[in-house]
């Protein structure tokens, strides 16, 4: 990518068509919503200099389309933020996402009997993106779109798991943790042993910490163009049991290969 929009010698200072077939001046608009988005949703015009790379010139002239369009806005102290308008594109995806997924989904909630979810890790929160209730008449029901925090889920903390440390407190932030219930965990110190065996052992639960007599285990969603998790959730009675009765040798295998084969399928749809 060249430093400067005019630099294409084929465009003008709209941007141009590339080589590749993309157009420049898109791609860095997309690339400065990556950077505010991964600065939390709240940046300044240096810093998204520094985070991208373009040079300021540039950033000036993109952002002031995006807050034109709605899609980023300025805050009282001069910051940048990410716009309402994105609200609408992102729920919309995530519904179809959740459409998209409901085979992979399905064919998790008939080989475990429980409700499978599908999560996404989006500006600090966990919003779940779709669901295959369980067919017992006590089942799990969350709704699609219901946004929670990620440190008393199991999908939040598989996905906070792949995060390095420092990433992962700050996007806990400082102070002690709301507490659902009793189980909840609420120093974000605490919760960093969590996170590193999830990575090792390949999943995280959630033991009542979001809902007393509710337990759910989730596993990450590998290759997904955004940080995405994969769980299944019941009665702590019911889930304590069918690990009994499977193990988690053939349990978390089995969500992983789901997980997989999803996560497969999703980079496919993307690059096309």
């Known amino acids: 990518m060249t430093s400067s929009l005019s630099s294409d010698p084929r465009s003008g200072a709209a941007g141009a068509d590339r080589a590749g077939g993309g157009v420049q001046s898109v791609e860095r608009a997309f690339q400065l919503l990556e950077a505010l988005a991964e600065a939390g949703g709240v940046s300044t015009l240096s810093d998204l200099a520094t985070a991208s790379g373009l040079p300021m010139p540039t950033i000036h002239r993109l952002v002031r389309t995006l807050v034109q369009q709605g899609y980023v806005r300025q805050d009282t102290a001069r910051r940048y933020t990410l716009g309402p308008r994105l609200i609408r594109l992102g729920e919309t995806a995530g519904r179809l996402l959740g459409s998209w997924a409901r085979p992979f989904l399905a064919e998790l909630m008939e080989a475990t009997g429980e409700t499978a979810n599908l999560a996404v890790l989006e500006a600090g929160e966990v919003v779940y993106v779709g669901q295959v209730p369980s067919r017992h008449s006590m089942r799990m029901f969350t709704e699609v779109g219901r946004r929670v925090q990620p440190h008393c889920t199991a999908v939040g903390k598989v996905l906070l798991a792949q995060l390095p440390p420092v990433e992962a407190l700050a996007t806990l932030g400082n102070g002690p943790l709301p507490a659902h219930t009793v189980h909840t965990v609420t120093s974000p110190g605490e919760l960093l042993p969590q996170f590193e065996t999830a990575r090792e052992?390949?999943?995280?639960?959630?033991?009542?910490?979001?809902?007393?007599?509710?337990?759910?285990?989730?596993?990450?969603?590998?290759?997904?163009?955004?940080?995405?998790?994969?769980?299944?959730?019941?009665?702590?009675?019911?889930?304590?049991?069918?690990?009994?009765?499977?193990?988690?040798?053939?349990?978390?295998?089995?969500?992983?290969?789901?997980?997989?084969?999803?996560?497969?399928?999703l980079a496919s749809s993307a690059a096309e």
């Open 201 to 265: 052992v390949g999943y995280a639960v959630d033991d009542q910490e979001q809902e007393i007599g509710v337990r759910c285990i989730a596993v990450v969603v590998p290759g997904a163009p955004t940080p995405t998790a994969l769980s299944i959730s019941g009665p702590e009675a019911r889930l304590r049991a069918l690990e009994a009765r499977t193990g988690a040798r053939a349990l978390i295998p089995q969500m992983q290969d789901i997980a997989e084969r999803l996560g497969e399928a």
